[in-house]
Nanobody
Framework: QVQVVESGGGLVQAGGSLRLSCAAS????????MAWFRQAPGKEREFVAA????????YYADSVKGRFTISRDSAKNTVALQMNNLKPEDTAVYYC???????????????????WGQGTQVTVSS
């Protein structure tokens, strides 16, 4: 059974940093594309960052470019999201997503996603 579990969320002041982690188990994840999405109250889920299985291609939403960094450890089936200079508008539930087919580029539109995590809450106070 495949499991995708996020961790690392919490409460932080504006300008602070958090590091989210996503651990996948139950299958070989070395050749899957992985991504982060978020959903704020009353809003639709939106793309944050994606990374190809090789780690050679990364995509970011314009709203987080220069502040967030996605990385992965394929040997450990984990992907991380380092979030710096956080803003109140970053407050949301953050979800990890896994896609075995398609591309990291396609994940930006939620295409080809096979598994979702349960989400972790990030709250940024002003």
């Amino acid at each position: 059974q495949v499991q995708v579990v996020e961790s690392g969320g919490g409460l932080v002041q504006a300008g602070g940093s958090l590091r989210l982690s996503c651990a996948a188990s139950g299958r070989t994840f070395s050749r899957c594309n992985m991504a982060w999405f978020r959903q704020a109250p009353g809003k639709e889920r939106e793309f944050v960052a994606a990374m190809s299985w090789s780690g050679g291609v990364r995509y970011y939403a314009d709203s987080v470019k220069g502040r967030f960094t996605i990385s992965r450890d394929s040997a450990k089936n984990t992907v991380a999201l380092q979030m710096n200079n956080l803003k109140p508008e970053d407050t949301a539930v953050y979800y990890c997503a896994v896609a075995f087919g398609g591309s990291a580029q396609a994940m930006r539109d939620m295409s080809g996603i096979d598994y979702w995590g349960q989400g972790t809450q990030v709250t940024v106070s002003s």
